[in-house]
């Protein structure tokens, strides 16, 4: 008996040793625990909460808002990523609200006009002039314009147009177009090509381009008023250029007027006549062919625009 009790002795203090050792054990890593999650939890819920924060902020319109970069690298990637999202926003609403004060600017200055010239006709009878009715004949004009540039622009850029692709002969359609404009007789448009080609494309919309092109070219053209076109054909691509010698548009400007509304010179007299879309149309409609475009320009020189299009197959292989 005695020397069975020695022998369990040792047994019992061990588990005694052993469970105190747990307890301490597991109290250190409770109280581990505990503080690793605190710390994750500010790391992460904490900037999450402050995103959630701003993101309300974003939601009720306030663009300004910024988004803290902080915290776990994914968290952080999010929060730049709604800081971008927040800039394009912004970008977004500011363009509207240009184009609803550049629609109205534009639309109420002819209809005063209308409306001007009609109650004086109306009022005083020595008024009732051919002069008088043209005004309001040009004015009309200058709306029916610009309301088909905004449907054309705004149908172009809802990419609710389908291209309506033929193949045909792009120096045909270009002769076509400058015989319209034969009755300009003070303006002259060389045409230099070296060959007729054909291209699978819009031809409605193509010409469009090119009608574009020249209309502005004969806006600004300069004292000699030629407007030069030339069709060049070099490695299955057609290009199609359009020069004038005009004032010239200055190299910061250069990429700014393709964009809608965009006016170099707003003050100016001649600003008055376009509707500062003609550009975003051509930039849209050479955008769904795929085709390159760009202008070059030296001030007091003039400006060369042009434009590229693929070769129609059959032409590339011949
Ligand atoms: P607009 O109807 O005003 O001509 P566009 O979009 O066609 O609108 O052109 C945008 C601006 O680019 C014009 O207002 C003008 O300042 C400039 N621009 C376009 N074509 C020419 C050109 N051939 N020579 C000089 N400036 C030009």
Known sequence: MVM???????????????????????????????????????KIAGPLTAINESAKELARGDYSIRFAEEGTREVSELAHTLNYAAEELSKVEGLRRELLANVSHDLRTPLTMIRGYSEVMRDLPGENTPENVQTIIDETERLTELVNDLLDLSRLEAGVVALDKTTFNLTESIRAILKRYDKLADYSFPFYADGDVTVTADELKISQV?????????????????????????????????????????????????????????????????????????????????????????????STFWFELPLAQSEEKV
Do not use: F
Not at 285 to 294: E, K, P, Q, R, S
């Open 4 to 42: 069975l009790e020695s022998e369990i002795t040792p047994v019992d203090s061990t588990v005694e040793t052993l469970k105190i050792q747990l307890l301490c054990v597991t109290a250190v890593m409770l109280l581990l625990g505990g503080a690793l999650a605190l710390v994750i939890a500010r």
């Open 210 to 302: 090119v009608y574009n092109l020249v209309n502005n070219a004969i806006t600004y053209a300069g004292e000699d008023k030629v407007i030069s076109l030339r069709q060049t054909v070099e490695g299955g691509k057609v290009r199609v250029s359009v020069s004038d010698t005009g004032e010239g548009i200055p190299a910061d400007k250069l990429r700014d007027i393709w964009e809608r509304y965009y006016k170099v010179d707003k003050e100016h007299k001649r600003a008055q006549v376009g509707t500062g879309l003609g550009l975003s149309i051509v930039k849209n409609i050479l955008d769904m062919h795929g085709g390159a475009y760009g202008v070059e320009s030296t001030l007091g020189q003039g």
